[in-house]
């Protein structure tokens, strides 16, 4: 009997841990973040005309950190999200020319997500390489639906994509999608989320709004009609606008997560990737500057995070200095992960901060610059932060938080303050040196089994004269330019390399001209028209190709063929035209046969 009783005992108590066990099931992640959103384009910061109904009730809900600063721009503030290191030491310190493809070997939150049971997932905007080894499927997500760079309609997007119905990468292959993209994002990701309710699950909503061009749908234009906004700039409106289809979307969202029951145990977080592009003239929550600005506007942001069942919830604010490279370093504290850093972080894990379990935060000295050129270049607008300063490219210091709107230069009354920031910044820029990042390239990988043809835009051109190459437009409206692009070739073999003004889904020959488009209400410019037609000769250099052909009327691509040696390389490829000047291929295909 006593037998029994022990063995009843017994599994009374292990039912108990299972059950405990069960409801201490990892959280699933929902990661939203927008795209040159800044702090004041929320009317939960302030900002007087804006609706976002929504995002105000989530930051009532999080715990907000009010003094969190990413990169100045796009795809340097994804590179450092999720690395936990700075964009400068991992080849993104730009958003196109070759600068903004992610180095293979970084480490990145998915993957470190995936080794620990976590299903990933995500939608939109990626920015960080649209070739393998780049893309998103090959960084540590089970499920992608992207469109391509650093905005619909640049170059490695699909071709005449404008917002609406457009055409997506879908795990690696197009799929037409009927919507907004917005809603398009939104509604994959729901549904994302149903099939993996039982998680855990990492969903990164990642919107190309409200970027630049400012389409939105008619319904959105609407609402910013009227007598209180006749004052806001036409495009503000729309900017606005944009802002409030994400908010419809978000509640769609947190409706979903209650009606599935998850929402308790799913961190929900809210952040945006640099300053505002649009809102400054208006209302910039008091910062100084905006996208690419390294005055506080350019890369201080809205962060909010809640999860009921880690209690991070009831409308805190926490105003220590943190960044963005915090954020993989406290996810694998918060969440307990297995993770081994192969690389130093320059993160530090906020977890203390957000629990609560300390008060005494060090005061770091933090620092971001805006780079957008071709190399690293010391001293480029830059500033170094902490607690109490910012130092402005060496020669402005302002005493912070008195002094948010960055106006009044107390270098002069504080000099050594700006020498004591001045040695950190010059410590920081010498471990690039010593990693060796100024002299490393990332390879574009052609002739693999994981991308076979590559389709390769100008997007990615390494060139001092990038402005001319990296946008549909430029294929529409070309200008003379050049440079390279840095290619791996994976295998020996045979292989087909294709030279294109426009890529093969537009049906549009190298000489095609067509008539500017007139649009809709929706939408923001005009379609430009093709009005060059005089391309006479492809060249190409590769490997051991270097060759040139005739471009015949009615042409859509010149093709070249011939044995190519596993290597990297520096490939070249032109269009030029009748009076010899030369433009980039706009499009290369390369296949191995």
């Not at 197009?174 to 998680?199: L, P, R, W």
């Not at 400054?280 to 995070?305: C, E, M």
């Not at 910012?390 to 106006?407: I, S, T």
Request: with cysteine; glycine share 8%.
């Amino acid at each position: 009997m006593k037998i029994l009783k022990l063995l009843a005992l017994i599994l009374v108590c292990t039912n108990s841990l299972i059950a405990q066990n069960k409801d201490k099931q990892p959280p699933n992640i929902i990661f939203i973040i927008t795209d040159d959103q800044g702090m004041g384009d929320l009317a939960c910061t302030g900002n007087p005309y804006i609706k976002t109904p929504n995002l105000d009730k989530l930051y009532n809900q999080s715990i907000r950190l009010t003094n969190y600063h990413v990169s100045t721009t796009c795809a340097p503030t994804r590179a450092s999200i999720m690395t936990g290191r700075h964009c400068n030491r991992v080849n993104v310190y730009h958003t196109i020319a070759g600068r903004s493809l992610l180095f293979e070997d970084e480490v990145t939150l998915p993957q470190v997500l995936a080794q620990n049971g976590y299903t990933n997932a995500m939608y939109g905007k990626w920015h960080l390489g649209d070739n393998y080894p780049f893309r998103p499927m090959d960084r540590g997500f089970h499920e992608v639906v992207r469109h391509g760079a650093g905005g619909i309609g640049q170059g490695p997007d699909y071709w005449g994509n404008d917002y609406f119905d457009d055409t997506y990468w879908h795990n690696g292959q197009t799929q037409k999608y009927t919507g907004y993209c917005t809603d398009v994002f939104f509604s994959e990701a729901m549904h994302f989320i149903e099939d993996n309710k039982d998680g855990p699950f990492f969903c990164y909503i990642s919107t190309n709004a409200p970027h630049a061009p400012y389409n939105l749908p008619k319904k959105y234009y609407d609402m910013y009609q009227g007598e209180k906004f006749e004052k806001l700039h036409p495009r503000l409106r729309r900017f606005y606008g944009m802002i409030t289809n994400i908010d419809d979307n978000f509640k769609k969202l947190e409706d979903k997560l209650k009606n599935l029951n998850i929402a308790d145990n799913t961190i929900v977080i809210f952040t945006t990737d640099n300053g505002t592009s649009a809102g400054r003239s208006t209302y910039n929550a008091g910062l100084k500057g905006g996208k690419g600005s390294q005055y506080d506007g350019g890369h201080r942001v809205p962060f909010f995070i809640r999860w009921p069942n880690g209690e991070l919830t009831g409308g805190k604010d926490i105003d220590k200095l943190v960044a963005h490279y915090d954020l993989l370093p406290t996810f694998v504290d918060l969440l307990g992960l297995n993770f081994n850093t192969k690389k130093p972080l320059d993160g530090k894990s906020l977890e203390p901060l957000l629990t609560g379990e300390t008060t005494n935060w060090e005061n770091r000295i933090l620092y971001m610059d805006t780079q957008r050129e071709q190399n690293l270049v010391k001293y480029k607008k830059y500033t170094v932060m902490d607690e109490n300063w910012r130092l402005v490219d060496g020669d402005e210091l302002y005493k912070m938080p008195g002094d948010r709107g960055q106006e009044q230069n107390v270098i002069k009354s504080y000099p050594e303050v700006a020498s004591r920031l001045a040695v950190g910044y010059n410590k920081w820029w010498q471990s690039f040196i010593d990693e060796g990042v100024d002299q490393k390239y990332a390879y574009i990988k052609v002739g693999s089994r994981h991308e076979n043809p590559s389709r390769i835009s100008a997007h990615d051109l390494i060139t001092g004269r990038y402005a001319n190459a990296w946008h549909q437009n430029s294929a529409i409206r070309p200008m003379p330019s050049g440079g390279s692009w840095r290619i791996e070739v994976v295998e020996d073999g045979e292989y087909t390399i294709s030279l294109r003004r426009f890529p093969r889904e537009s049906g549009l020959g190298i000489n095609a001209i067509f008539p500017a488009q007139d649009k809709a209400v929706e939408y923001d410019k005009t379609s430009p028209a093709s009005e060059k037609s005089d391309f006479k000769e492809a060249y190409l250099f590769l490997a051991s190709i270097s060759k040139s052909q005739e471009i015949k009327a009615g042409q859509d691509e010149v093709t070249f063929k011939g044995k190519l040696a596993a290597g990297k390389y520096d490939m070249e490829a032109e269009l030029i035209d009748e009076a010899g000047r030369r433009h980039p291929a706009y499009y290369v295909y390369i296949e191995k046969h």
